[in-house]
């Protein structure tokens, strides 16, 4: 091979790399309303690698232009994803508080192991979100003694992954929220010793844009829209209450419509926090999990921890949150 075909091959390569990588940083900036935006903007976190091959292969072939690209590319892709896992901005919480400790688990289609999930839940949680809660899985969560720590309840079982609920230490009233189309978001108001304001808690789960082989996109997006109007509703229903709202959301921060959702106060636990990467699916392949599609959401209320942790039966990794919410 002649060096002239040689860098004419490398150019072509890093142009490849880094208009890809470019194209992702655009496709995250806005709300996604296809497939192949989609994938981009879900591969927004290891853009920066793919930039960097392209800047490696423009350095070999002493394209400068081409390098000054992809340096630039190289920051912006760094610099949407340091700040959203690495630059938390927790508020001071100067007031008395109480800590309210939460499980939320996608259970896929109720298969979680019930001995562990419950465990983990007795030794690591004051309430629990559960996603793709089954008929069955609440027959063997309930004979594996859950409801002996988390005496209260609000479960809307369904077969596969229709179905969603809440397990409670506290006493809880159940609310009735409006029904939206490609989610599913039930909520209840926690009687929390300490607590003047009865905290809202929801657990939801929004359906995928992608189910199986089939393009659902249309379905996420009326879910997410669902999202946002229900979100605005236990606002105005909390209002100066703590809001708490965990599950599986089937978006990434990387997607627009998942960032929208946060105004009127909202934040997501890991942002706030700065608590690193910790994608959760999926999670029962020989690969680490890529997606970071799990999130809790909280509104009047500070995280001060999170983390991520296995569950064997699942695909997806589940969280444990710690949240301070105001006593006043």
Sequence with gaps: MSKKVRVGLLTA???????????????????ISNIPDLVLAVGSPYVALV????????????????????????????????????????????????????????????????SFFVKLAEQNADVITAAELTPEAVQRFTQ?????????????????????????????????VARHRGISIPAVRLEVPGVATEPV?????????VAGENNTDPEWRNGMAGATAQLANFAQIAGPGAVIVGGDYNSTPDMRQFRDLLTD????????????????????????????????????????????IEVPGSDHRALLATFEVPAG
Excluded: C
Excluded at 21 to 31: D, F, H, K, L, S
């Design 144 to 176: 594996t003694g859950i409801d002996k720590t988390f005496p209260y309840s609000s479960l809307i079982p369904a077969p596969r992954a229709g179905g969603v609920g809440m397990w409670s230490r506290y006493p809880l009233t159940t609310l009735s």
């Design 51 to 114: 930039a960097l091959a392209g800047l490696i292969v423009a350095s070999t072939a002493k394209r400068t232009t081409l390098s000054v690209f992809a340096v630039v590319v190289i920051a912006a892709a760094l610099a949407v994803q340091v700040s959203w896992y690495y630059l938390g901005q927790r508020p001071t919480n100067e007031g008395q508080h109480v800590d309210i400790r939460v499980l939320s688990s996608n259970l896929r289609y109720g298969q979680a192991d019930p």
């Design 265 to 308: 106060g909202y934040r997501d636990a890991v942002e706030q926090l700065g608590a690193g990467f910790a994608p959760t699916f999926p999670s029962n392949s020989w690969y680490p999990p890529l997606l970071t599609i799990d999130h809790v959401l909280t509104r009047n209320a500070a995280a001060s921890s999170i983390r991520t």
């Design 201 to 209: 808690l929801a657990s939801v789960h929004v359906y995928s844009p």
């Design 13 to 31: 390569l890093a142009i490849a790399a880094l208009l890809f990588a470019a194209a992702a940083v655009v496709a995250r900036a806005r709300p």
